[in-house]
């Protein structure tokens, strides 16, 4: 039941009240058992709550799929010398992605339970809701349901009598993709540009106003309070050995049925595309998926016979990413599209290192010029020595994102960038 | 280009197009006005009290900033961060809801309030693409034009928005209602083309959906331009 199409393939469990107006209130969210797991989880100590996170397997669902579990045993266990912090990363922002932005307009409480679960489990007094400025609807959402949980005394001071007390504040963006990234993300929060730190020393050392933080996505911690009240074996009941429980598929592109879908780890990309999604639009040809956002590498669609699961897609050579898939079909123009991806990168590269900075641009400008028919032979080849240049060279992976589509794409579809250079128009390609 | 219509296709009745098997709700259901209510301008209680739009219709270019309900909500902003310059884009936000736009006038006078150098406060402002460096129209109407929005024919829709306003991205229309400028992915992919006026998203936009919008944004526009 998710949105804004059901299937019977989906195993509901974060999308359960999606369409359900009512399940945003407290009392609406009670009904669905909202904060039954924050009242277990408060009467746990904090690494107990860490070791059943740890034991279900969960995977961070910001794009990495790191152990959360593992993320928050490296939060120092002595909180009375600094304060921690909780971040939760709600600024979705990678094309492709949408599934945040479902789970904060239709479940702003379980965003909320699940961090304060987070919070008390890192022993952090103050959770941050870093959201993105141009999600004002979600944001006045999630500002009413936390005003909520503050007058339920489930978020504040004393939380339901167990003597824990927890802040809750949401903080808006204001328009800027690198503060999707971590330590951009906490540059910003405190008032600066939203630039990337090198790391070391890491957000759990020393992250938010420079005290010990730990950076979750929206869907992570979404997930948490189900785990703590149904248990780490159920969790893992679903999905693969080592990806295991549901995941949001956020399907974009030329799918009969675009939208969210929650389905379990491992599941077929075939499936998903031909069944869930009800196959490629007005009856065309599948031509290539890009599975995890736009930062992912490509795949043809002869490649797409793969599991969605994080060991399986990268041994296809892409990456399961926030597992947005974008689907393009037979009239898909990949150089239009890797473009207007390069000019994403390009437009929001932070400037700060010298390959991002410049190489964006040029990666966009020559990419521009081979679409136009400016193209030579001898383009392509720049494009790929720039892309390497900007590969493992900066602070953050913005810069590598935007090299990863141009590289795959010039290895997959090599023929659509030579018949721009011979300036003609590939078959079956949209003229423009 | 050539169109993507499906028989899924409901056409775009002013605010989203495929909502599936959801179709049942209505548009305030959707966006959940409701439940929101009526936000007062001194806020609620703390933790909410930077969950309000700062791209408005109704602006105030000449209002005071940081005076009478807008002085009580900034200082519950400024409870929330261990230090001043933590509430900086909250502060911002703030400023640009009253005053529609952010003038140089408006940076110094946040840096002054939070005890932060101007010159700080406008590296920071400039830095982000929600601060408007200009005025804007009532409405400001962004369209989507990144990949997936893109792959399903967001320029068409974009061009649409500069015919029918008759405006080149940036300006303001004669009739100072619009504003229409191309955006980078709004998060929506799911609902191309996506377009986002003000705090709100129009989703499934086609180019022959734009008259109506437009239409739309014309009766609700506020009455008494200030």
């Known amino acids: ?432 | 280009m050539a169109e993507q219509k499906t028989e899924l296709k409901g056409g775009n009745d002013g605010w989203a197009g495929e909502r599936g098997d959801f179709a049942h709700l209505s548009e305030a259901d959707v966006r959940g006005t409701s439940y929101v209510g009526v936000r007062p301008l001194e806020g609620r209680a703390a933790g909410g009290a930077c969950s309000y739009p700062y791209q408005l219709a109704e602006k105030h270019p000449e209002a005071p900033l940081f005076e009478g309900p807008y002085r009580e909500r900034l200082e519950k902003i400024k409870s929330r961060y261990p230090d001043a310059q933590g509430a900086l884009l909250p502060t911002l936000n703030l400023a640009q809801e009253i005053h529609g736009w952010l003038s140089p006038a408006d940076m110094d006078r946040v840096a002054e309030e939070l005890g932060l150098s101007p010159v700080y406060v406008r590296g920071v402002a400039t830095f982000y693409t929600m601060y408007n460096k200009a005025p804007v129209g009532t409405w400001l109407v962004q369209v989507c034009t990144n990949v997936c929005c893109n792959i399903c024919g967001a320029d068409e829709v974009m061009q649409a928005f500069l015919e029918h306003t008759g405006t080149e991205p940036g300006e303001i229309s004669d009739d100072g209602l619009f504003t229409c400028i191309p955006a980078e992915c709004l998060g929506a992919c799911g609902f191309p083309t996506v377009v986002q006026v003000n705090e709100r998203y129009f989703e499934n936009v086609t180019p022959e959906d734009v008259p109506a919008i437009l239409e739309r944004l014309r009766r609700e526009a506020p009455k008494q331009e200030r």
């Open chain 1, 1 to 432: 039941m998710a949105y804004p199409y059901r299937h019977e393939r989906e195993t509901r469990v974060l999308t359960e009240a999606f369409g359900d107006p009512a399940a945003r209130s407290i009392e609406g969210w009670k009904k669905y058992g909202g904060y039954e797991a924050l009242r277990k989880a408060l009467g746990m100590a904090p690494n107990d709550v860490i070791e059943v996170v740890k034991a279900s397997g969960l995977r961070g669902r910001g794009g990495a799929g790191f152990p959360t579990g593992v993320k928050w045993s490296f939060m120092p266990k002595d909180d009375s010398r600094q304060p921690h912090y909780l971040l939760i990363n709600a600024d979705e922002s990678e094309p492709g992605a949408f599934k945040d932005r479902e789970l904060l307009r239709w479940t702003p409480h379980q965003v909320i339970e699940g961090a304060l679960i987070g919070a008390h489990a890192i022993r952090a007094k103050h959770v941050y809701i870093y959201m993105r400025g141009e999600f004002f609807e979600p944001a006045q959402i999630v500002g009413r349901a936390i005003e909520e949980a503050y007058e339920a005394g489930f978020a504040g001071a004393d939380i339901m009598g167990s003597g824990i007390s927890i802040d809750v504040t949401l903080h808006l963006g204001a328009g800027a993709y690198i503060c999707g990234e971590e330590t951009g993300l906490m540059n910003s929060l405190e008032g600066r540009r939203g630039q990337p730190r090198v790391k070391p020393p890491f957000p759990a050392v020393m992250g938010a106003f420079s005290r010990p933080t730990t950076i979750n996505n929206v869907e992570t911690v979404a997930t948490v309070p189900h785990i703590l009240r149904r248990g780490a074996e159920w969790y893992r009941s679903m999905g693969t050995e080592k990806s295991p429980g549901t995941k949001l598929f956020n399907v974009s592109g030329h799918v009969v049925r675009r939208g969210n879908f929650e389905l379990p780890l491992g599941f077929p990309l075939k499936d998903l595309i031909y069944d869930v999604c009800g196959g490629i639009r007005d009856g065309r040809e599948l031509k290539a998926v890009i599975p995890g956002g736009s930062s992912v590498p490509i795949l043809a669609a002869s490649e797409c016979d793969i599991n969605l699961d994080y060991e399986s897609v990268a041994a296809a050579g892409s990456m399961l990413g926030t597992a947005s898939v974008i689907v393009m079909d037979d009239r898909t123009d990949i150089v239009k599209a890797v473009r207007r991806m390069v000019e994403f990168y390009s437009h929001e590269s932070c400037g700060q290192c010298t390959p991002c900075r410049e190489g964006t641009e040029w990666t966009a400008k020559i990419m521009r010029r081979i679409e136009a028919g400016e193209g030579t032979m001898e383009d392509l080849d720049t494009l790929l020595e720039i892309g390497r240049n900007m590969t493992g060279t900066t602070i953050c992976v913005l810069s590598d994102s935007c090299a990863a589509p141009v590289a795959s794409s010039i290895a997959k579809f090599r023929d659509e960038y030579m018949a721009r250079i011979r300036r003609e128009v590939p078959a079956g390609a949209l003229t423009v």
